[in-house]
């Protein structure tokens, strides 16, 4: 495997803020790589470091070879890009959106053409070509959007937050597109998400990023298997107490988290019956009580003791800074 | 040039399938020609230049529509820094000069046919352009005043982060530039302390300019007013790329 994306102690400060924190990886060739993390984790700000937009405070990457800041159209050439936010001209049909990204990557007349074509029959808006963008829907944006960042054959294609806003089954449907892209043109993907079903699905492999670190990077099925078994949940107004109780050698971790508990541990159908009877032995009260397989939502919670929707909220309000709760 | 071409070409597309925009900027115009010109018709006299009002307010007109449609569409790169295209533009491997440049000749191109069809509806109102040479210098004076203020509203819009202040600009800058430019009134009637001022405005000459093309007449040397505005347009140019190339997103 050849290496497509070199990322050695990657840095971009903005004041006060380290925004991307020392970050070093290699994305191989023909992978699909997710970065996962909350809003403000710092993905943006590396695709935008990655695509030459932004540039590092320290550190370098390069991509097939080329280095960042050295050659920017280098570059420029090798990689396409879908923003986060849109960004097609609303007033041009979806064929003159494509048509001016042709012309910008200097793509000769009757190549454009007929790559123009072929990408909008891949993402299915070939009957709506000469329609003005403003009357497509997000997802058939997106598709656009999609189809525009392969239109000059890179082999590097940036996806940052590409279903955010689509409803699920549009969502669904994106990812079928950019699985088989990435299958049958062997395009390198790599794509920001805060969604942890979109990671698992998609990803080859997974950096989980939080307050501009790398806190684990692997496959999603390794991550998974690291919680250590299945995730029961246990609802209980006094989750203290379930803590307490569950100090057996066949309990991977414990995690009190409000006013639930976490409990990893091997084959939890076997042993649920032993749990319920030793917290009513306890009289500890349970509300409710489920078992499931361990998601990547999971391992976040794992790493960061918290899960990712209250990490959002911490950066909204800035209330105060990364904290373990847990250690090992 | 090809990247040019495409700039400008957006920029065509856009222009030709916004009718609303394409008939608002001709209204004003035309609508200061009608009121004010019919209106005032009669009871200004303007010696020493055919002592028709008409007749010399239709320069001016020209010139406004060609200063307002310029200046909005340099403006207008907010829009597409807001909504997202201009960063499109930026990322591919193009330099940022030829944006600007593509930006620039698209603006320049549709101010100057806004004021074309303020040209062409003042044949009905009383406009004889007999010198074809005349009618070249006029044109030659629009397309300075389109390029240059299209430029100077990309220098602004580079400083700008969102629409709010594109009012203030127009009511405090734009204006301002165009009152003082004598498309409404001879130069040489205004108080004699606000005669430097006048000299001052750049756009002074573009209206000078085109009056000698249409009218034969004028209150500035016309090759003075080709000077002017000319290296105007190169200053500004250069000004508007320079500030184009620092555009952070």
């Known amino acids: ?328 | 040039m090809d990247i040019i071409y495409t700039i400008w070409l957006r920029n065509m597309k856009r222009y030709i399938r916004s009718k609303s925009r394409i008939i608002g900027s001709i209204s004003m115009p035309l609508f200061f020609l009608l009121f004010l010109g019919f209106g005032l018709n009669s009871v200004v006299q303007l010696p020493g230049m055919g002592g028709n009002y008409i007749v010399f307010l239709i320069p001016g007109m020209v010139a406004m529509s060609v200063l307002f449609t310029s200046v909005f569409s340099g403006i207008q790169i907010i829009w597409d820094k807001q909504f997202g295209f201009l960063k499109e533009t930026l990322v591919a491997p193009v330099s940022r000069l030829e944006i600007m440049l593509g930006q620039t000749l698209g603006g320049a191109t549709t101010a100057v046919l806004q004021g074309f069809m303020i040209l062409v509806l003042s044949v009905f109102i009383g406009l004889h352009v007999s010198n074809p040479a005349g009618f070249l210098i006029a044109l030659g004076f629009m397309i300075l005043i389109g390029i240059s203020f299209t430029a100077f509203g990309i220098a602004i819009a580079s400083r700008m982060e969102d629409m709010t202040g594109f009012q203030l600009i127009m009511n405090f800058v734009v204006f301002p530039i165009f009152g003082l430019s004598g498309a409404l009134f001879p130069i040489s009637s205004l108080p004699a302390w606000m005669g430097p001022v006048t000299l001052l405005d750049p756009l002074t000459y573009g209206v000078e300019g085109i009056r000698y093309g249409l009218t034969g007449v004028s209150q500035v040397n016309p090759l003075v007013c080709a000077a002017v505005i000319g290296g105007f347009t190169v200053v500004m140019t250069v000004l508007g790329a320079f500030l184009f190339r620092k555009i952070k997103l």
């Open chain 1, 1 to 328: 495997m050849t290496i497509a994306i070199h990322i050695e102690n990657l840095t971009r400060r903005f004041n006060d803020l380290v925004a991307v924190d020392n970050i070093s990886f290699d994305i191989e060739h023909g992978e699909i790589f997710g970065l996962l993390g909350p809003n403000g984790a710092g993905k943006t700000t590396t695709l935008s470091m990655l695509s030459t937009m932004l540039k590092p405070t320290s550190g370098s990457a390069t991509i097939n070879g080329i280095d960042i800041e050295r050659d920017e159209d280098g570059v420029r050439k090798s990689i396409g890009i879908v923003f986060q936010d849109q960004s097609l001209d609303e007033e041009l049909t979806a064929w003159e959106n494509m048509d001016f990204h042709g012309r910008l990557y200097r793509i000769p007349a009757d190549i454009r053409k007929q790559r123009i074509s072929e990408l909008l029959k891949l993402v299915e808006l070939e009957d709506r070509k000469n329609d003005i963008v403003k009357t497509f829907s997000g997802g058939m944006r997106r598709r656009l959007e999609i189809a525009r960042g392969l239109l000059h054959h890179p082999s590097v294609l940036f996806l940052d937050e590409p279903t955010l806003g689509l409803d699920p089954q549009t969502r669904n449907h994106l990812w079928q597109y950019i699985a088989t892209l990435a299958r049958e043109k062997g395009i390198t993907i790599i794509l920001t998400t805060h969604y942890m079903d979109e990671a698992d699905r998609l990803c080859n492999r997974v950096a989980i990023i939080d307050h501009g670190k790398i806190i684990a990077l692997d496959t999603p099925k390794n991550l998974k298997d690291g919680i250590g078994g299945d995730v029961v949940t246990i609802r209980s107004p006094d989750p203290a107490a379930i803590v307490a109780a569950l100090a057996e050698p066949w309990i991977t971790r414990v995690e009190q988290h409000n006013d639930e508990v976490i409990v990893s541990l091997q084959n939890a159908e076997q042993h649920i019956s032993t749990i319920v009877t030793l917290l009513n032995t306890q009289q500890v009260p349970i509300q409710s009580i489920a078992i499931h397989k361990p998601t990547l939502e999971d391992v976040f919670l794992s790493f960061t003791g918290k899960t990712i929707r209250e990490e959002e909220a911490d950066h909204k309000t800035n209330m105060r800074m990364y904290q373990r709760m847990v250690r090992h």
